[in-house]
């Protein structure tokens, strides 16, 4: 069940993985990218941490809007920009609905949006897509998520800062999938699709 | 209506060093930039490049960036902005360089975009 207290605990251990895995995930990003996802995912989480903390028993809306706004202004890659939008627009579709395959599916849109990646641009959409879906059936899973991730690695860069080694990018892991990766499993340990 | 330029980088510097550029050839247009990240790291923020765009006298905003993420910080920081800005997918320095030099000489903003459209790279 989603809600404002159990969106709190999904960032929360989003937080808490991101900033366990903060340098492996640069590390990814250092033969692709520019080394630089683990450190600003963790600044941003870190803001996003302590702003949700300074909240009094608030609403899922008013929790991503929260969450947006810090990433938006604290991660400085790519990433603030595009978990910020995900975020934003969970945030406006939560006025209407709870359904976290609803939500998941705005935040991909808003994903798309910004970012112009498509599937099998070897970017964070490549993982949303699929799990979004597992999502709505009910069968995300570990196994899903690990499946999503994995597949990015024999992939060409079409997006973001790894495009610019074209086939050079095959055979390396995509931070950002990773780190969405990340995300998905949050939601499995938040207990909130129970 | 007065044409604004708005130049953002992942480095101030570059940011910065752009304007000066720039200035040589449009020292009558309104130049701002936003580069760096807030704590003065590579990177780009919506807050400085909002900033930037308010700080600027023009009335309508051109603006030019360098990589893709300052692209989705500035389309974040045009969705809450109080004037028109637009964003054009050039090469960062020679777009922005022709579009001060026409707009110092008073070219309306749908001539600079015919010079601008050979430019496109990204």
């Not at chain 1, 250092?30 to 903390?53: C, Q, S, Y």
């Not at chain 1, 990433?71 to 790519?78: C, D």
């Not at chain 1, 969970?90 to 599937?119: F, N």
């Not at chain 2, 708005?6 to 101030?12: D, F, G, R, T, W």
């Given at each position: 069940?989603?809600?404002?207290?159990?969106?709190?605990?999904?960032?929360?251990?989003?937080?808490a993985?991101?900033?366990?895995?903060?340098?492996?995930?640069?590390?990814?990003?250092?033969?692709?990218?520019?080394?630089?996802?683990?450190g600003?995912m963790?600044?941003?989480?870190?803001?996003?941490?302590?702003?949700?903390?300074?909240?009094?028993?608030?609403?899922?809306?008013t929790?991503?809007?929260?969450?947006?706004?810090?990433?938006?202004?604290?991660?400085?890659?790519?990433?603030g920009p595009?978990?910020?939008?995900?975020?934003?627009?969970?945030?406006?579709k939560?006025?209407?609905?709870d359904?976290?395959?609803?939500?998941?599916?705005?935040?991909?849109?808003?994903?798309?949006k910004?970012?112009?990646?498509?599937?099998g641009?070897?970017?964070?959409?490549?993982?949303?897509?699929?799990?979004?879906?597992?999502?709505?059936?009910?069968?995300?899973?570990?196994?899903?998520?690990?499946?999503?991730?994995?597949?990015?690695?024999?992939?060409?860069?079409?997006k973001?800062?790894?495009s610019?080694?074209?086939?050079?990018s095959a055979?390396?892991l995509?931070?950002?999938?990773?780190?969405?990766?990340?995300?998905?499993?949050?939601?499995?340990?938040?207990?909130v699709?129970? | 209506m007065?044409?604004?330029?708005?130049?953002?980088?992942?480095?101030?510097?570059i940011?910065?060093?752009?304007?000066?550029?720039?200035k040589?050839?449009?020292?009558?247009?309104?130049?701002?930039?936003?580069?760096?990240?807030?704590?003065?790291?590579?990177?780009?923020?919506?807050?400085?490049?909002?900033?930037?765009?308010?700080?600027?006298?023009?009335?309508?905003?051109?603006?030019?960036?360098?990589?893709?993420?300052a692209?989705?910080?500035?389309?974040?920081?045009?969705?809450?902005?109080?004037?028109?800005?637009?964003?054009?997918?050039v090469?960062?320095?020679e777009?922005?360089?022709?579009?001060a030099s026409?707009?110092?000489?008073?070219?309306?903003?749908?001539?600079?975009?015919?010079?601008?459209?050979?430019?496109?790279?990204?």
């Amino acid at each position: 069940m989603l809600n404002g207290a159990t969106a709190t605990k999904w960032l929360d251990l989003f937080a808490a993985t991101i900033e366990e895995k903060k340098d492996y995930l640069s590390e990814l990003d250092t033969p692709i990218g520019d080394a630089d996802h683990g450190g600003n995912m963790a600044r941003g989480l870190t803001a996003v941490k302590e702003a949700l903390a300074k909240l009094a028993d608030p609403d899922l809306t008013t929790v991503f809007k929260t969450t947006a706004m810090a990433l938006i202004s604290k991660v400085g890659g790519a990433s603030g920009p595009l978990y910020g939008t995900a975020f934003l627009e969970m945030a406006k579709k939560s006025k209407d609905t709870d359904d976290l395959g609803e939500l998941l599916t705005a935040a991909l849109a808003g994903i798309e949006k910004r970012g112009g990646a498509k599937v099998g641009d070897k970017t964070m959409v490549d993982v949303w897509t699929p799990l979004v879906q597992a999502v709505k059936d009910g069968k995300l899973d570990q196994a899903a998520i690990d499946d999503a991730v994995n597949a990015t690695a024999p992939l060409v860069a079409h997006k973001g800062r790894a495009s610019y080694l074209g086939e050079r990018s095959a055979g390396h892991l995509d931070p950002g999938s990773m780190s969405s990766g990340y995300l998905f499993s949050a939601l499995l340990n938040a207990g909130v699709l129970a | 209506m007065s044409l604004g330029i708005l130049v953002v980088s992942h480095v101030e510097g570059i940011a910065a060093g752009v304007v000066t550029l720039l200035k040589q050839v449009a020292g009558d247009v309104s130049i701002t930039y936003a580069g760096g990240t807030d704590d003065g790291d590579v990177g780009t923020s919506m807050d400085k490049i909002s900033q930037a765009i308010a700080a600027n006298d023009g009335d309508e905003l051109l603006a030019f960036y360098d990589l893709g993420s300052a692209k989705m910080n500035l389309e974040m920081a045009i969705e809450f902005a109080d004037k028109p800005v637009h964003l054009y997918d050039v090469a960062l320095v020679e777009g922005a360089y022709t579009a001060a030099s026409l707009a110092a000489a008073d070219v309306s903003r749908g001539d600079i975009e015919a010079q601008l459209a050979p430019l496109k790279i990204k």
